[in-house]
């Protein structure tokens, strides 16, 4: 849930990367951080494994300059992919206000990543969520890969809402961007409904 501090005149929204284990997450936070967070003094908070996976959730808080007189503050995160940490997905997701699916375009991820889906489905709907309903960004990432399936049969495979759809390579920083802006874009068309 948003929270607006009408004194200090304040917005402070949360928004979750989401999908299967090494899909990218954690490289668009990066590349947020880098390009963003590092120059205004931000930091980044990682918990990983030995080897780079995330063991909890990565968080980057932005300030995105201000709406209406507001200082909006987006609060980002990453949930681990692993299928084992069902249980940090789901309390990463509380007071969650915008979604992004990040799906790895590699051929034999498609299980994992209709996986993942079902299961962001399932931890917002025990969050009392509706996930047809919450704003959400479809990132299809990996598209420099060889084995990167057709968009189209992406798109056929994963989206599920109408939603907006993003090509990228979260290495390059291709399509970074364009998706945390889109998802933020949601996220305050919501509280401006609210
Ligand atoms: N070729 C290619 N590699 C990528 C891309 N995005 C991420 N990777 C690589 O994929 C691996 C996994 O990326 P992460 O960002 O750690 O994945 P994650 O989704 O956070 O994984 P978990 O924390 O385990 O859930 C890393 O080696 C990244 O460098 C991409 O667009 N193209
Ligand atoms: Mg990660």
Known sequence: MSFINFAARE???????YGAGLGGKTTNLQWIFERMAAKSGGKMLSLATETDRTLFFDFLPLELGTVRGFKTRFHLYTVPGQVFYDASRKLIL????????VADSQDERMDANEEALANLQTNLKDNGYDFATIPYVLQLNKRDLPNAVPTEQLKGLLSKKGEPVFEAVAVEGLGVFETLKEVGRQVLAELKKG
């Open 11 to 17: 917005i402070n929204c949360k928004i979750v990367y």
């Open 94 to 101: 509380r007071g969650v206000d915008g979604v992004v699916l």
